[in-house]
């Protein structure tokens, strides 16, 4: 059985594509006008209003071009989304995405580990507690970015919306504060991956996956043990019960 | 919207290409051109279908109007003012297919309904600004001259050039879309488009012709000065 399902593997990849060229599209737009208060106003919170963005990342060439790329992609940004949502939903694929009650302490578990604090990676189930909250996280900030988008896209038409988020100027602070948490958790994301599980590209290709090149079984910390230990089949401790598994007294 | 899987793979790989080679305000492949054309065209019915003419515009409690610090832009190279010497009194025309053709006034204008509104005004930038306009439901001027059922679009012109924008004819008739004449209480200065304009929350600014001097109805979109330019002809909020 594959480690994630296909629709999975097409809604993450197509993910990539789209959101990339929301971003970049949605930069693109923003440079029209780089800057968040209203013509002979001040804005006190962006550090660099009036600043346009750096080409390496904005996309769609001008103005009406990155409009159209924009509102042509948020189509696909959306349906992919709730094919996703969908599945995760119907499939009970969410079980190993939603947070736990220990997740906290299990965070700071991984957290002690990825500093060097612990030896032994934590026991975990098929995502640990850290990637729990990123994973889960990531649907509902999209959600946001793309609610708040609509409610900057139709001010009027779709009024009670915008006024739900506080009137344009708030929907469109809302908007980039929503993604720019997208951006922290995909670079995060694609830091990780690179640094501590670079074989989770096979799985999230493929679908293919074997435990002996699990993080746990490696005990992979960033940078650290991306090759399997040889002759291992799992982690070491993989049959003594941990800590973490030990009930709480009530 | 018709899009052929061959199309839709074809866009799906060269934007996916466009990405790898880094974006760098690259305009995306040529080839994706027409399915965001066919996009664009999709999003307009999508856009009229959920437009209402009960959908208000309002200005945010406590904000403060602009003044002078209001954007102005105009097409020609100086401000467009009318030459009443050269070119006789200023009249507003109103033709195409409707019933009795109007040759309007400004003072005949100033005699109609008056509605004035704190709204705000939508740039296709991003921006907003908050101004208070005082003019003649556009409504009115139509029913006034009767419109012919065949119409559907409303083109907008101007003495600004050749500066023009023509609307879904539901968009013009929506209640907060005025011929102005006014804004903050005073008669329009040739910076805001004296002396009359279109000005209307449900549409971007660039969609809000100034300096204007002819409305004419007619059956099919007739793109504008910046709708030829590549920009959303629907452009509404």
């Known amino acids: 059985m594959p480690r994630h399902h296909w629709i999975v593997r097409l809604t993450h990849w197509v993910n990539v594509l789209a959101l990339g060229i929301m971003i970049g599209s949605g930069l693109r737009i923003f440079n029209a006008y780089p800057g968040f208060a209203r013509p002979g106003g001040t804005f006190c919170c962006y550090p660099f209003e009036g600043k346009s963005i750096p080409s390496v990342v904005i996309f769609g060439g001008w103005l009406a071009g990155a409009r159209h790329w924009h509102f042509a992609m948020m189509w696909l940004l959306i349906a992919n989304g709730l094919l996703y949502m969908g599945y995760v939903y119907?499939?009970?694929a969410w079980r190993d995405l939603v947070p736990?009650?220990?997740?906290?302490?299990?965070?700071?578990?991984?957290?002690?580990?990825?500093?060097?604090?612990d030896r032994e990676h934590p026991r975990q189930g098929k995502h640990n507690a850290m990637q729990r909250g990123a994973y889960f996280a990531m649907p509902w900030v999209a959600a946001l970015t793309v609610t708040s988008g609509l409610a900057?896209?139709?001010p009027v038409t779709l009024g009670p919306l915008t006024d739900a988020l506080g009137g344009y100027q708030w929907a469109r602070y809302w908007h980039f504060l929503s993604m720019l948490a997208l951006v922290v958790l995909a670079l995060g994301h694609v830091f990780m991956v690179i640094s501590v599980d670079p074989w989770s590209l096979r799985s999230m290709i493929t679908g293919g996956w074997s435990e002996r090149f699990s993080p746990e079984a490696r005990n992979a910390r960033p940078f650290v043990h991306l090759w399997p230990r040889r002759g291992s089949v799992a982690h070491p401790t993989a049959t003594a019960p941990a800590a973490a598994d030990v009930p709480e007294a009530p | 919207?018709?899009?052929?899987?061959?199309?839709?793979?074809?866009?799906?790989?060269?934007?996916a290409?466009?990405?790898a080679l880094g974006a760098c305000d690259s305009s995306g492949p040529k080839r994706a051109e027409s399915l965001l054309m066919r996009a664009e065209a999709a999003n307009r019915r999508v856009e009229g279908a959920l437009f209402r003419h009960t959908s208000m515009d309002h200005a945010p409690k406590g904000a403060v109007a602009s003044g002078d610090e209001f954007p102005s832009y105009f097409v020609s190279d100086v401000v467009p003012v009318?030459?009443?010497?050269?070119?006789?009194?200023?009249?507003?025309?109103?033709?195409?297919?409707?019933?009795?053709?109007?040759?309007?006034?400004?003072?005949d204008l100033m005699k109609l309904e008056r509605r004035t509104q704190r709204v705000n005004h939508y740039c296709v930038e991003g921006w907003t600004a908050v101004a208070e306009w005082s003019g003649v439901p556009l409504r009115t001027v139509l029913d006034l001259a009767g419109v012919d059922r065949a119409a559907k679009v409303v083109?907008?012109?101007?003495?600004d050039d050749d500066y023009h924008e023509s609307w879904d004819l539901e968009s013009a008739l929506h209640p907060q879309t005025l011929v102005a004449y006014a804004k903050d209480g005073k008669l329009l200065t040739p910076a805001y488009g004296a002396p009359a304009r279109i000005h209307s929350p449900v549409k971007l600014g660039y969609k809000n012709t100034k300096y204007l001097t002819r409305i004419r109805l007619i059956t099919d979109p007739n793109g504008g000065y910046w709708t030829d330019r590549g920009y959303e002809w629907y452009g509404g909020n």
């Open chain 1, 90 to 92: 119907l499939r009970g």
């Open chain 1, 100 to 117: 736990r009650r220990n997740d906290p302490r299990d965070v700071w578990a991984m957290l002690r580990f990825y500093l060097g604090l």
């Open chain 1, 152 to 154: 900057i896209w139709k």
């Open chain 2, 1 to 15: 919207m018709n899009v052929s899987r061959r199309d839709f793979l074809t866009a799906a790989g060269l934007s």
């Open chain 2, 17 to 19: 290409a466009s990405l």
């Open chain 2, 82 to 107: 009318w030459d009443t010497a050269a070119q006789g009194a200023w009249r507003l025309e109103v033709g195409g297919m409707v019933r009795t053709p109007l040759s309007l006034s400004l003072d």
């Open chain 2, 155 to 159: 083109d907008f012109e101007s003495f």
